[in-house]
């Protein structure tokens, strides 16, 4: 029980996301569908929670300085990485955008960038959620791939 909380906190985490939580889960012998369900569904619940802290904290934290100017950069950042493609895109470009599982790209960054560039919530959900589950299977795929890889290269030694 205890990988599965584990799993939880790794995939709701902005820096790990699913890049952590499911091969946490698989190294830890979850079985890869419980993995998946469990990793997508923590990580989906990072756009809720961006929301809500944009909501609600934004306002209350734009007052102070340093905030203001950590906001600006991080806005910049954002905009410079993916400002053309949801632009150009909108639902399309964000869900690809999170389904991609590099570093900087994932639920979290596409949660910011749909409140940044003003997306319906329900249609940033959708967008976000989908590539969250698109992910998952990107990473499951890749993990269990390379398990497997490394499995028979280690029966032939």
Avoid at 105 to 117: E, L, Q, R
Avoid at 124 to 138: C, E, P, Y
């Amino acid at each position: 029980m205890n990988d599965i909380i584990y799993t939880i906190l790794l995939s709701i985490t902005p820096i790990f996301e699913l890049r952590g939580g499911i091969p946490y889960a698989l190294a830890n012998d979850i079985n890869p569908v419980t993995a998946y369900i469990v990793s997508c569904a923590a990580n989906i619940l990072a756009f809720p929670i961006v929301y809500v802290f944009m909501g609600f904290f934004h306002d209350l934290f734009s007052k102070m300085e340093w905030y203001a100017n950590l906001f600006e950069k991080i806005v910049v950042r954002t905009r410079a990485k993916v400002g053309d493609n949801i632009e150009k895109w909108g639902f399309w470009g964000l869900m690809v955008f999170v389904m991609i599982p590099l570093p900087v790209t994932g639920a979290y960054t596409g949660s910011f960038a749909a409140w940044v560039f003003g997306i319906e919530k329900r249609k940033g959900f959708l967008a976000v959620s989908l590539g969250v589950l698109i992910a998952g299977l990107i990473v499951t795929a890749i993990f269990l791939s390379g398990a497997e890889l490394f499995s028979f290269l280690l029966k032939k030694v």
